[in-house]
């Protein structure tokens, strides 16, 4: 797999945003799981006890629920092999951080029993208890036959063969990286988010609404990839921002399936949302939103759930611009404060996540208003269409 070529979608062909395991074009979601694991295979890596080697180790053995100083001895242990259960998005972003580390390696799409073998081997001088089990099965199988108790010789052997069948298996369980904790530690946009994105995608009718969220997730897998470079400093600073980013994803994913709910009960296609829009953009949110909630009085009037449907059709779609236009911005903000080849120190840390934690929780309540006035009224207006 070349790293110099753009992800493409196997579906649609349309190129993928590299943290996302979801195409914005067709809605087309990565699986997590494929009946062939791929196989990544580690052929070079940094001197051992380099930061490098430290946290990839810490990392893989988080993502594979072992031991961090028995990954980094496995790693060491070049070629090293671990089992993929995941999409080529995620198999992709692997490969890149284990670049941007230091270590060269490839992914292969081959079954995992034709490269486990060699790495079995490893896995019994690495391990802590290693040979030691054979060794002493060996050894009783040896005492019996030589004193002629071949009956429990023959158990002993069975319980050797039934230890190897069940150590072998441990060993595939201590190499098959876990693809929802491995896209969490790469910085990759969370299966949560991109499952219900894929959903709303394929429901999605206007191309207005489709790209509209795509912009959102767009920026948000962008940003995800600026502040990587604060969290390999600041490990401290990944999980609340993280869980702050997926919130106001998650509610700018409940206003597109709202969206896209309005879609579905008026017209197949509309016309005029492309001139609506432009209105709109042009009146500011703050008088389309006043005009919403006046109509919004009113819904129980056939005559006027056309309208309302249309205007606030319209105005989900603006605030999805919105997110987009704020994560964009927090982007730059965010590469402005982490350029040039020092690290930041605690404080700036500290300060940039604040304060791009503090934008984002006033985007959230905005988003709440919003929501909170269309719940109120879409199931009345939806569950009598109008178009």
């Not at 072998?168 to 491995?182: I, N, S």
């Not at 709440?368 to 009345?380: A, F, G, M, N, R």
Request: some cysteine; glycine content about 8%.
């Amino acid at each position: 797999m070349s790293l110099a070529l753009p992800l493409v979608c196997p579906a649609c062909r349309a190129v993928m945003e590299p943290r996302l395991a979801v195409c914005l074009s067709c809605g087309r979601l990565s699986p997590d799981d494929n009946e062939t694991a791929l196989t990544v295979v580690i052929r070079h890596a940094p001197l051992s006890g380099s930061g490098a080697d430290r946290d990839v180790a810490r990392v893989l053995a988080q993502a594979t629920g072992t031991d961090s100083e028995w990954m980094a001895r496995y790693l060491r242990a070049r070629p090293s092999r671990l089992r993929l259960p995941g999409s080529e998005a995620l198999s992709r972003r692997l490969q890149e951080w284990l670049a941007d580390n230091g270590f060269d390696s490839e992914v292969l799409d081959l079954p995992p029993e034709e490269t486990s073998v060699a790495g079995y081997l490893r896995w019994l001088f690495t391990s802590k208890l290693g040979l030691v089990p054979y060794g002493v099965g060996a050894g009783l199988w040896a005492l019996c036959a030589g004193q002629g108790a071949h009956g429990t010789g023959m158990v002993v052997l069975g319980a050797t063969v039934a230890w190897a069948l069940f150590d072998r298996a441990r060993f595939l369980r201590c190499v098959t990286l876990r693809p929802d904790v491995l896209a969490e530690a790469l910085g990759m946009v969370p299966r949560a988010i991109t499952g219900a994105a894929a959903a709303v995608l394929k429901d999605a009718r206007s191309p207005e609404l489709r790209a509209a969220l795509a912009a959102v997730l767009t920026e948000q897998a962008r940003l995800l990839g600026v502040l990587d470079r604060v969290w390999r400093e600041h490990r401290r600073l990944h999980a609340p921002m993280r869980a702050a980013l997926e919130d106001l994803a998650g509610h700018a994913l409940r206003l597109a399936g709202r969206a896209a709910a309005i879609e579905l009960a008026g017209e197949p296609d509309d016309p005029e949302l492309p001139r609506r829009l432009a209105g709109f953009r042009a009146m500011g949110s703050v008088e389309v939103e006043r005009q919403l909630r006046a109509l919004g009085a009113a819904t129980q009037e056939r005559q006027v759930r056309r309208q309302w449907l249309h205007q606030v059709q319209a105005v989900l779609m603006l605030r999805l611009e919105t997110i987009a236009d704020a994560l964009r911005s927090l982007r730059q903000r965010a590469v402005a404060a982490t350029v040039g080849d020092a690290p930041l120190g605690d404080a700036a840390a500290d300060r940039l996540v604040a304060e791009l934690a503090g934008e984002i929780e006033v985007a959230v309540s905005a988003l709440v208003e919003i929501e909170s006035t269309v719940d109120e009224h879409l199931p009345v207006v939806v569950g009598d269409p109008v178009g």
